[in-house]
């Protein structure tokens, strides 16, 4: 019945808009915009098609296919589309705007609200933003929309470290600021938070995303204790644009109707973003860097880190920058991803040794942008695998092919 009355929600709303670009929604009253724009902005910095009524709609498809072994071994040929979003937003007036996002996974399985939140300006540097909110941590939380990158596959540290897409219910505050080339920005939320799935989960280890599965969270706490994420931001139009940001509060149930079940126990993320535009080559550079500290009872075994720490580095480099194909401002890139995840930092109590539960990969690609909006990719995955005892590594390669595309 939720699936039958989204749809014909969406359906009914799609059937008023004329499809247009409206250019404006990619700025504010401050000169925000796409030249000057930061990673906070990415969730309002989006294409929509829209009428003459408030009410705008938008979205992204990805598809891809994959062929991918393991050791030799593989499960042959495999054509996905990994996701369909749609964007809806409103401008309820001057000053309150309305923002959401609705993915679909798996071939309509599974319809996630990832976004759903009130926006009030009260002034560039106070606004009030409610509802389901996006949690700040990183670059890429935010900043996720497949159209923007060049790789089929989201980063591994963001997506199985951190909880990619990671939303919950709450409220908070951002900002910004300019002055000449320079911006600054902030957010700070309080909301519902993670659950003890993180240490209880199938994966058998420390591991974020399982809280992701835990969909009563837009309903109330797990544990009555508020998670806090807050992020600041600054942006120079010549050198980049650096992020800090933290996450941090007490995961697990720890009383229930007054009844004792635990010590409260906390989960705390770090997290550093950096990207850049070289200007004498027009190379893009992003990355992104976290760190996890979370406290496990003593009655876990060693295989539940309570240290975690990943990353990945995006190196495009455009090569062709022309009218292609009867597209006037094409663009074909050749481009590098650098990653890794150790999900268990640091050593076995017994015997000193280093604990395992690493991964590391390059993935060099091409791609071809008939516009900014719609990316062609083709990528080569090379990746290593460590369990937890450092036996000799898992090794996977393969070719990946696919395309995103606002609509």
């Not at 996974?105 to 926006?119: L, T, V, Y």
């Not at 939380?141 to 980063?155: A, I, L, S, T, Y």
Request: hydrophobic content about 40%.
């Amino acid at each position: 019945m939720k699936k039958l009355i989204i749809t014909l929600f969406i359906g009914l709303l799609a059937q008023q808009l004329i499809a247009q670009v409206d250019q404006s929604l990619l700025k504010d009253d401050r000169s925000d915009s796409l030249e000057n724009g930061m990673n906070m902005d990415a969730l309002s910095n989006r294409v929509y098609a829209t009428s003459s009524s408030p009410v705008s709609i938008g979205g992204y498809l990805e598809a891809d296919y994959k062929y991918i072994g393991e050791d030799g071994l593989t499960d042959g040929h495999t054509f996905r589309i990994p996701r369909v979003t749609l964007f809806i937003t409103s401008s309820i007036s001057s000053r309150i705007k309305f923002m959401s996002e609705f993915e679909f996974e798996e071939g309509g399985e599974e319809i996630a609200i990832e976004f759903a939140a009130m926006d009030v300006n009260f002034h560039p540097l106070l606004n009030l933003r409610g509802g389901v909110v996006v949690n700040p941590i990183g670059a890429f939380n935010q900043n996720h929309d497949g159209p923007k990158w060049e790789f089929v596959d989201r980063p591994i540290a963001m997506t199985q470290m951190l909880p990619a897409t990671w939303s919950n219910v709450g409220f908070g505050l951002y900002g910004k600021m300019y002055q000449q080339d320079w911006a600054f920005g902030y957010e700070a939320y309080l909301t519902n938070g993670f659950d003890n799935s993180i240490t209880t989960n199938t994966e058998n280890r420390t591991f974020l995303p399982a809280s992701k599965n835990n969909k009563e969270r837009f309903e109330e706490s797990s544990n009555g204790e508020p998670l806090f994420t807050g992020k600041i931001a600054v942006r120079n139009q010549n050198i980049g644009e650096l992020g800090l940001s933290y996450m941090g509060g007490i995961y697990n149930t720890h009383e229930d109707d007054g009844l004792i079940l635990d010590e409260p126990r906390r989960l705390d993320v770090f997290a550093v973003d950096f990207n850049t535009e070289l200007p004498f080559s027009d190379t893009y550079i992003i990355g992104e860097w976290a760190w996890v500290f979370v406290d496990v009872p003593n009655t876990f075994t060693q295989q539940y880190g309570e240290k975690q720490s990943g990353g990945f580095l995006d190196i495009v480099q455009p090569v062709i920058d022309k009218s292609m194909f009867g597209f006037d401002d094409a663009v074909f890139n050749v481009a590098l991803r650098l990653e890794s995840v150790d999900w268990n930092v640091g050593t076995f109590n017994e015997t000193g040794g280093n604990i395992g539960d690493e991964i590391w990969a390059v993935v060099p690609g091409i791609s071809f942008r008939p516009t900014y909006q719609t990316v062609f990719r083709l990528n080569y995955r090379y990746q290593e695998q460590t369990d937890i005892l450092g036996n000799p590594p898992a090794k996977t390669s393969g070719i990946e092919i696919g395309f995103a595309t606002y609509f």
